[in-house]
């Protein structure tokens, strides 16, 4: 596997919300990446695939709710949010495709 595929396998899409536009305003960018992923998998991906430099990563762990699916019980995935801000001068426009 590439080192490209590798990144794509750590980041999975953007996540376009009220909440992260406002994050990007202030420099960031939100995407939803992989339940195992780390803060220095995440960076060096974000570096790797859009070429910019990456000040700070937070996470967040979204647990999933357990919903009724046709009367039956199911549970959602859980989902893992990247916040990546981005030093001074860098931007990722996630509207465009990669």
Known sequence: MSVKTEFYDVIRKPIITEKSTMASESGAVVFEVAI????????????????????????????????????????????????VTLEEGNTIDVTTGL
């Open 36 to 83: 195992d992923a780390n803060k220095p998998q995440i960076k060096e991906a974000v570096e790797g695939l859009f070429g910019v430099k990456v000040k700070a990563v937070n996470t967040t762990v979204t647990k999933g709710k357990v919903k009724r699916f046709r009367g039956q019980l199911g549970k959602r995935k859980d989902v893992k949010k990247a916040y």
